[in-house]
C-alpha cells in the first residue's frame, strides 16, 4: 500500500489523513520528502536565469513545504499522543532533518545567488512583505555560517556541535543530580502542614522506591508543594540546599567547568561572526535588538520595583514573627510564610473558584469573546480527521463566512501526552499561486479531568492557561501572509507572547466573568467579592516576584557579555551579579548558574529578560482595550489588522507602534504589578 503522507491529503480542508497514518510511515515519508526537497533546491541552484527574488527566495520558501507538513504531524504527535514507535519514528529522523538544514545552509551556490538578490534588492523593487522574507532569510544564513571562509567555517561548525554536546552534557547532570536526591520521611509528625494529595504522592513515591513511609524529591510536583506547606523548618532547609546545590562543585556531575566552557564558546561564535559578544548576536533579531536596549529595560525596572520587593520582604518577615518565626527570614521560608499570608490576606484558592468555571462553560465563553472582539465563528466537526477520539474540532470561520482555520482542543492528560499546555500547527498559513492555504491549529492542555461525581471543572489558573494559549492559536488562525517563513506564530521571541498574554487579562474582568461564571450546581453568578479578591491576589507578592525574575535576568546578560577571556569564578561571579536583587542571605554552597538550564540546555540564553518584556508588551497594549472598554470592536480590529495578521510581514515594533501608535512603555506594568 502507498504511503499516505506521500499523497495528496484528500481530507476536507486538506487534514493529516490521521486515520490512515501509522507510526511507520514517518521515516520513509520524510526520507523521501527530503529527497523531493533536494530536487526543488537543486532547480533553484541549476537555475540558468539571473537569480531573481521569486527565482530563489520565495523558490526556497516553498522547496519543503511538504517535508515541513509531515515533520509537523510527527513531532505534533510526539508531544500530544505518542507511543514508543512514534518516540522512535521521532529520534530517527531528528539526524536527518538536522543534516538536511545544515546542507541548505552551507550551500555554496545557494548562498551565491541568495547573495546576489540581496545585495542588487534597491533595484527590484519589493513589496514590505518580500522585503522581510529577503532579510530573514540572508540573515538566516549569514547567522548559519554560510558567509565564513573555509577555515572559519571549520571552527564555526566544531563550536556548533560541540556546544550541542556540552548543552545535554549540562541536561544530563541536573537530572541526575536531581534524581540523586530524597528526603525519606518515617515519622508522620514530620508531615505537618502538608496537603493530603501531597503526602498521597509521597507515599506512592516511597513505595514504588520499595520503602516504607514517604518520600519527597526535588521534582517540582513534590519540591514546590513541600516549600509551601512544610512546617517542618529544618526539613525545609534539608531539600533547599539540595535543590540549590545541584551539578555544583561536586564529585560527579560537576557543571562548572561546563559552564565555563559553553560561555566561552558561545563567545567564540558570536566573535567568528564579528559581534562583540553572544548577547549581541542573539539580540540582532529581536525586538531588544541590542545589549544596551536589555540593560536599560532590566535596571528601569529594577528601579521602579526594589521599593516594593523590599516592602514584601518587611511584610513577609512581619508577618512571620507574629506567627511564632524566629530570627531571619532565610531561603527555605520564602514560599511556606508567603503561602500562608496570601491565604490570610485573600482567602481564596483553587477550590473556591473551581465550581464556577465548568470547562464546557469555558469553552463557550472563550469562543463568544472571540465572536465579540473578532467576529469569529465556531462549529463543532467531529466528523473531520482526529488524531484521537477525545480531542475536539472546530471549523472556524469570519463573519461573512469565509473559511479561517481548522481548530483541536485536546484538554485532558493521557498516557502518551507531554505534561502542561501548548499551541501548536499542523498546517501552516501561506499564499501559493493565489491559493491562500488557511491553517490547521491545536491546543492542547492536561486540564483537570471531569469525575464519575461531576463535569470537568477548572482552575483559576487553568483558565489563564486556555485564554493564553488561545492567544496563540488566534495569532496562528488569523494571519494573512504569503509566506511561510513570515506567517503566523514564526515571530521573534521576545513578541511572540504578546497575543497570548493579552488574553490572560480577560481572566481578571468582571465584565467578562459576569457575562457567564456560574456555579455549576446551583446556576449562581460568581460572587462580586470573589472576583475582587482574585484582583487584588493578582499583586500578591508582585515586588519579590519582579525582583527574582530581574536577578536571573541580569545573571544571564552577564554570562553572555563577559568580553574577557578569563571567564571568573563561577560563585563570585552570579554572587556579584546578583547581591543587587537579592532579598535573603547568600547560602555557602548554593549556586544558580550549574543548574540553570534555560540558560545552558534550553532557547533563553540572553533571552531571559523576554519574560519581563513580553509583559510590558501585553500590560501596555491591553491598557488601551481597559481604556476603550473591554470588549471594543475597534481596538481589537486594530490588533487583528496589525498584529494577530501580520506574522513577521514587518519589524514587531512597527507593529507594534501601528497599534498602539507609540513604542511600548512599561508604564502599564508597573501599576497593573500594584508598582504606582
Ligand atoms: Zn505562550
New binding site residues.
Given amino acids: 500500500m502507498s504511503n499516505p503522507l506521500l499523497t495528496k491529503w484528500k481530507s476536507p480542508f486538506g487534514l493529516p489523513p490521521f486515520y490512515q497514518i501509522k507510526p511507520s510511515h514517518f521515516k520513509p515519508a520524510i526520507e523521501e520528502s527530503i529527497k523531493r526537497a533536494r530536487e526543488e533546491i537543486n532547480k533553484i541552484t541549476e537555475n540558468i536565469e539571473p537569480p531573481s527574488f521569486e527565482n530563489t527566495v520565495e523558490a526556497l520558501d516553498y522547496a519543503d513545504i511538504r517535508l515541513n507538513e509531515i515533520s509537523s504531524v510527527l513531532f505534533n504527535l510526539n508531544s500530544a499522543e505518542t507511543n514508543s514507535e512514534i518516540q522512535a519514528a521521532a529520534m530517527e529522523t531528528s539526524p536527518l532533518l538536522a543534516r538536511y538544514a545544515d546542507d541548505i545552509t552551507l550551500n555554496r551556490n545557494l548562498f551565491s545567488r541568495l547573495k546576489e538578490v540581496y545585495n542588487k534588492q534597491s533595484s527590484l523593487r519589493l513589496n514590505d512583505e518580500q522585503k522581510m522574507l529577503l532579510k530573514k532569510t540572508y540573515r538566516s544564513f549569514i547567522r548559519g555560517g554560510a558567509d565564513l571562509d573555509e577555515d572559519s567555517r571549520q571552527r564555526f561548525r566544531q563550536i556548533n556541535e560541540e556546544l550541542a554536546s556540552l548543552s545535554l552534557e549540562f541536561e544530563k547532570n541536573v537530572l541526575e543530580e536531581t534524581n540523586a536526591f530524597f528526603l525519606h520521611i518515617t515519622y508522620k509528625a514530620d508531615l505537618e502542614g502538608l496537603p493530603d494529595g501531597i503526602i498521597e504522592a509521597a507515599s506512592e513515591e516511597a513505595k514504588s522506591s520499595g520503602r516504607n513511609g514517604w518520600v519527597f524529591t526535588l521534582h517540582y510536583p513534590s519540591y514546590i508543594p513541600f516549600m509551601q506547606y512544610s512546617a517542618k523548618r529544618h526539613l525545609r532547609e534539608k531539600i533547599y540546599r539540595a535543590y540549590s546545590s545541584r551539578a555544583f562543585g561536586k564529585k560527579e556531575n560537576d557543571n562548572r567547568k561546563i559552564v565555563k566552557k559553553i560561555v566561552s564558546l558561545r563567545r567564540e561564535k558570536a566573535g567568528i561572526l564579528g559581534f562583540s559578544n553572544y548577547a549581541e548576536f542573539i539580540l540582532e533579531d529581536r525586538m531588544l535588538n541590542s545589549r544596551s536596549m536589555v540593560m536599560n529595560f532590566l535596571e528601569d525596572l529594577y528601579h521602579a520595583s526594589r521599593k516594593y520587593a523590599l516592602r514584601d520582604f518587611e511584610d513577609l518577615s512581619l508577618f512571620a514573627k507574629k506567627n511564632g518565626h524566629k530570627g531571619l527570614i532565610q531561603k527555605w521560608d520564602w514560599a511556606y510564610f508567603s503561602e500562608k499570608l496570601k491565604k490570610n490576606k485573600f482567602d481564596i484558592d483553587d477550590e473556591i473558584l473551581r465550581p464556577y468555571f465548568k470547562l464546557e462553560e469555558v469553552e463557550k465563553a472563550i469562543f463568544k469573546l472571540a465572536t465579540d472582539l473578532y467576529g469569529l465563528h465556531f462549529e463543532q466537526r467531529d466528523d473531520l480527521p482526529r488524531y484521537h477520539e477525545d480531542v475536539k474540532v472546530f471549523k472556524v470561520t469570519a463573519s461573512d463566512g469565509e473559511h479561517l482555520s481548522i481548530l483541536y482542543l485536546d484538554y485532558y492528560p493521557r498516557k502518551g501526552k507531554s505534561s502542561g499546555a501548548w ?1 501548536t500547527a499542523y498546517l501552516d498559513q501561506y499564499i501559493l499561486n493565489r491559493y491562500d492555504r488557511r491553517p490547521v491549529i491545536s491546543i492542547v492542555t492536561n486540564f483537570s479531568k471531569p469525575l464519575s461525581s461531576r463535569p470537568a471543572l477548572i482552575t483559576h489558573n487553568e483558565l489563564t492557561t486556555f485564554l ?2 488561545f492567544g ?1 492559536a488566534l495569532h496562528g488562525m488569523l494571519s494573512k501572509c504569503h509566506y511561510r517563513h513570515l506567517s503566523g506564530t514564526n515571530v521573534s521571541r521576545d513578541f ?2 504578546l497575543p ?2 493579552i488574553m490572560e487579562n480577560w481572566a481578571y474582568e468582571k465584565e467578562w466573568l459576569d457575562l457567564w461564571a456560574r456555579h455549576y450546581k446551583t446556576g449562581k453568578k460568581i460572587p462580586a467579592e470573589l472576583i475582587d479578591r482574585i484582583k487584588e491576589s493578582m499583586v500578591f507578592n508582585e515586588g519579590y516576584a519582579c525582583s527574582r525574575q530581574l536577578g536571573f535576568g541580569f545573571l544571564d546578560m552577564a554570562w553572555h557579555t563577559i568580553e574577557d577571556t578569563s571567564i571568573p569564578d563561577i560563585e563570585i561571579f552570579e554572587k556579584k551579579v546578583m547581591k543587587k536583587t537579592e532579598l535573603m542571605n547568600h547560602i555557602p554552597g548554593s549556586n544558580m548558574s550549574c543548574s540553570f538550564g534555560h540558560l545552558f540546555s534550553g532557547g533563553y540564553a540572553a533571552g531571559y529578560y523576554g519574560y519581563k518584556w513580553s509583559e510590558v508588551l501585553d500590560a501596555d497594549a491591553y491598557s488601551l482595550f481597559s481604556k476603550k472598554g473591554i470588549f471594543n470592536r475597534d481596538t481589537a480590529n486594530s490588533f487583528r489588522k496589525n498584529i494577530l495578521e501580520k506574522g513577521s510581514t514587518a519589524e514587531p515594533m512597527e507593529l507594534y507602534k501601528k497599534f498602539r501608535g507609540k513604542e511600548p512603555s512599561v508604564e502599564s506594568l508597573l501599576k497593573r504589578s500594584g508598582f504606582r
Fill in positions: 499551541m493564553h494559549e496563540h511572540v507572547e497570548s498574554q
